[in-house]
Protein backbone atom coordinates (compact mmCIF):
# COMPACT_ATOMS: atom_id res chain seq x y z
CA UNK A 1 0.00 0.00 0.00
CA UNK A 2 0.70 3.43 -0.47
CA UNK A 3 3.33 5.37 2.28
CA UNK A 4 2.75 9.07 2.54
CA UNK A 5 5.26 11.63 4.35
CA UNK A 6 3.83 15.08 4.92
CA UNK A 7 6.90 17.44 5.98
CA UNK A 8 7.12 21.50 5.97
CA UNK A 9 4.85 22.28 8.98
CA UNK A 10 6.15 24.41 11.70
CA UNK A 11 5.00 27.93 13.65
CA UNK A 12 4.60 30.92 11.87
CA UNK A 13 2.93 34.33 12.82
CA UNK A 14 -0.21 35.47 11.75
CA UNK A 15 -0.32 36.38 7.68
CA UNK A 16 3.21 34.85 7.27
CA UNK A 17 3.45 31.51 4.85
CA UNK A 18 4.01 27.74 4.64
CA UNK A 19 4.55 25.25 1.76
CA UNK A 20 3.53 21.83 2.85
CA UNK A 21 4.72 18.55 0.84
CA UNK A 22 3.23 15.35 0.85
CA UNK A 23 5.66 12.24 -0.82
CA UNK A 24 3.92 9.17 -1.81
CA UNK A 25 6.28 5.89 -1.90
CA UNK A 26 4.23 4.84 -5.25
CA UNK A 27 3.03 6.83 -8.34
CA UNK A 28 0.30 9.03 -7.53
CA UNK A 29 -1.21 8.99 -10.79
CA UNK A 30 -2.39 5.87 -9.56
CA UNK A 31 -4.54 7.62 -7.02
CA UNK A 32 -7.60 9.67 -8.63
CA UNK A 33 -7.98 11.67 -5.79
CA UNK A 34 -5.66 13.13 -3.08
CA UNK A 35 -6.28 15.63 -0.33
CA UNK A 36 -5.42 17.40 2.81
CA UNK A 37 -6.85 17.08 6.11
CA UNK A 38 -6.43 19.04 9.70
CA UNK A 39 -7.39 18.62 13.10
CA UNK A 40 -6.90 20.91 16.04
CA UNK A 41 -6.93 19.47 19.29
CA UNK A 42 -10.68 18.74 20.82
CA UNK A 43 -11.60 19.04 16.96
CA UNK A 44 -13.24 16.11 14.37
CA UNK A 45 -11.25 15.93 11.36
CA UNK A 46 -11.34 18.37 8.72
CA UNK A 47 -11.33 18.17 4.53
CA UNK A 48 -9.04 21.13 3.58
CA UNK A 49 -8.63 20.79 -0.08
CA UNK A 50 -7.94 17.81 -2.76
CA UNK A 51 -6.92 17.59 -6.14
CA UNK A 52 -7.81 15.35 -8.64
CA UNK A 53 -6.02 13.18 -11.69
CA UNK A 54 -8.55 15.01 -13.62
CA UNK A 55 -7.59 18.72 -12.44
CA UNK A 56 -10.23 19.52 -10.01
CA UNK A 57 -9.33 21.38 -7.48
CA UNK A 58 -11.86 22.01 -4.52
CA UNK A 59 -11.24 23.79 -1.11
CA UNK A 60 -12.51 24.29 2.46
CA UNK A 61 -14.68 27.49 2.71
CA UNK A 62 -12.50 29.01 5.56
CA UNK A 63 -9.26 28.56 3.01
CA UNK A 64 -10.70 29.38 -0.19
CA UNK A 65 -8.27 32.28 -1.41
CA UNK A 66 -5.65 32.00 0.60
CA UNK A 67 -4.62 28.16 0.25
CA UNK A 68 -3.45 26.17 -3.13
CA UNK A 69 -3.35 22.70 -3.43
CA UNK A 70 -1.28 21.52 -5.91
CA UNK A 71 0.18 17.66 -7.57
CA UNK A 72 3.11 17.10 -8.84
CA UNK A 73 2.44 13.26 -10.40
CA UNK A 74 6.30 13.40 -12.10
CA UNK A 75 7.45 13.62 -7.95
CA UNK A 76 4.84 11.51 -6.73
CA UNK A 77 4.13 14.33 -4.36
CA UNK A 78 1.29 16.45 -3.70
CA UNK A 79 1.47 20.07 -2.23
CA UNK A 80 -0.41 22.94 0.31
CA UNK A 81 0.73 25.88 0.02
CA UNK A 82 -0.67 28.43 3.08
CA UNK A 83 -0.66 32.25 2.79
CA UNK A 84 -2.51 34.68 4.77
CA UNK A 85 -2.27 32.24 7.86
CA UNK A 86 -4.34 32.85 10.69
CA UNK A 87 -3.87 31.52 14.54
CA UNK A 88 -7.45 29.42 13.56
CA UNK A 89 -5.27 27.00 11.01
CA UNK A 90 -3.52 25.93 14.21
CA UNK A 91 -3.63 22.08 13.56
CA UNK A 92 -2.03 18.86 12.73
CA UNK A 93 -1.90 18.67 8.88
CA UNK A 94 -2.11 14.92 7.19
CA UNK A 95 -2.03 13.95 3.30
CA UNK A 96 -4.42 11.55 2.22
CA UNK A 97 -5.05 9.35 -0.84
CA UNK A 98 -8.30 7.11 -1.37
CA UNK A 99 -8.11 4.10 -2.76
CA UNK A 100 -7.09 3.19 -7.01
CA UNK A 101 -10.15 2.27 -8.00
CA UNK A 102 -12.18 5.91 -6.34
CA UNK A 103 -13.50 7.45 -9.30
CA UNK A 104 -14.98 10.44 -6.82
CA UNK A 105 -13.56 12.78 -4.82
CA UNK A 106 -14.85 14.73 -2.00
CA UNK A 107 -13.95 15.45 1.55
CA UNK A 108 -15.89 12.52 3.67
CA UNK A 109 -12.67 11.21 5.48
CA UNK A 110 -13.91 7.38 5.17
CA UNK A 111 -13.45 7.51 1.50
CA UNK A 112 -9.40 7.94 2.07
CA UNK A 113 -7.88 4.95 2.68
CA UNK A 114 -4.26 6.27 3.16
CA UNK A 115 -2.94 8.83 5.48
CA UNK A 116 0.19 10.24 6.58
CA UNK A 117 1.44 10.79 9.87
CA UNK A 118 1.08 14.32 9.76
CA UNK A 119 2.89 18.01 9.87
CA UNK A 120 2.49 20.57 13.49
CA UNK A 121 1.37 24.05 11.75
CA UNK A 122 1.09 26.77 14.83
CA UNK A 123 0.06 30.14 13.56
CA UNK A 124 0.29 32.50 16.37
CA UNK A 125 -0.89 36.14 16.56
Known amino acids: QVQLVESGGGSVEAGGSLRLSCKASEYTSSYYCLGWFRQAPGKEREGVAYATNGGTLHYANSVEGRFTVSRDNAENTLYLQMNSLKPEDTAMYYC???????????????????WGQGTQVSVSS
Open 96 to 114: AAQSRSSISCSFLVDSFAY
